[in-house]
């Protein structure tokens, strides 16, 4: 059983820093894409980051430079570091993952089509204040 737990959200001043993590369990031994969205009341979700078995990485234009995804494979857990954030990163932070039996895409092809992605953790808030 896949399950996806996210912790590390909260207030935080703009220009300040915070570190989401996401906890990994119920698979082994399988190549996966996992990531990070997000969704500000009234408007649509969108993704953040993401990261595949072998480390690559895709950001979103609105959020290179300034957070960081990575993952620590021998305790199951996916990262994002936000850095200099800005009030506009408010939003309900999700983290999310597929597995795969042999191959798998390239992380900007999944990440690009969140609405395939099949499981997702329950999210943790994120407000900046300017």
């Known amino acids: 059983q896949v399950r996806l737990v996210e912790s590390g959200g909260g207030a935080v001043q703009a220009g300040g820093s915070l570190r989401l993590s996401c906890a990994v369990s119920?698979?082994?031994?399988?190549?996966?894409?996992m990531g990070w969205f997000r969704q500000a009341p009234g408007k649509e979700r969108e993704g953040v980051a993401g990261i595949d078995t072998d480390g690559n990485t895709v950001y979103a234009d609105s959020v290179k430079g300034r957070f960081t995804i990575s993952r620590d494979n021998s305790r199951n857990i996916m990262y994002l570091q936000m850095d200099n954030v800005k009030p506009e990163d408010t939003a309900m932070y999700y983290c999310?993952?597929?597995?795969?039996?042999?191959?798998?895409?390239?992380?900007?092809?999944?990440?690009?089509?969140?609405?395939?992605?099949?499981?997702w953790g329950q999210g943790t808030q994120v407000t900046v204040s300017s």
């Open positions: 119920g698979y082994t031994n399988r190549r996966d894409c």
């Open positions: 999310a993952a597929d597995i795969f039996l042999d191959t798998s895409p390239a992380v900007s092809d999944w990440f690009g089509d969140p609405r395939s992605i099949v499981y």
